[in-house]
């Protein structure tokens, strides 16, 4: 019995691609600000954020900038920090 052929799916498009690129700058802008608020509401500078969410200040401050692109632990570990949830970082 021969084998089965699965057909091979096609590779994304440049502008399929492009878009894709799109959102995760979109989300990540939407995080950092999300971040920066929650830290703003707590009344944190981000040496204290720092020490909170044992996460650098350096890193905090990029995350707010929308610059890396964040784990979901380090999401967590933001979140609990600031006394927020991962839901209320990623909601627009």
Partial sequence: MAARRIPLEKPPTK?????????????????GRNVKSARATAGLTLRQAEV??????NYLSELERGL?????????????????????????
Avoid: F
């Fill in 15 to 31: 502008a399929e691609l492009d878009k894709v690129e799109r959102l995760k700058s979109q989300m990540k802008v939407r995080i």
């Fill in 68 to 92: 890396p692109d964040v784990s979901v632990s380090v999401l967590v570990q933001v979140a609990a920090g600031l006394g927020t949830t991962v839901a209320a970082l990623v909601s627009e």
């Fill in 52 to 57: 909170r969410c044992n996460v650098s200040a």
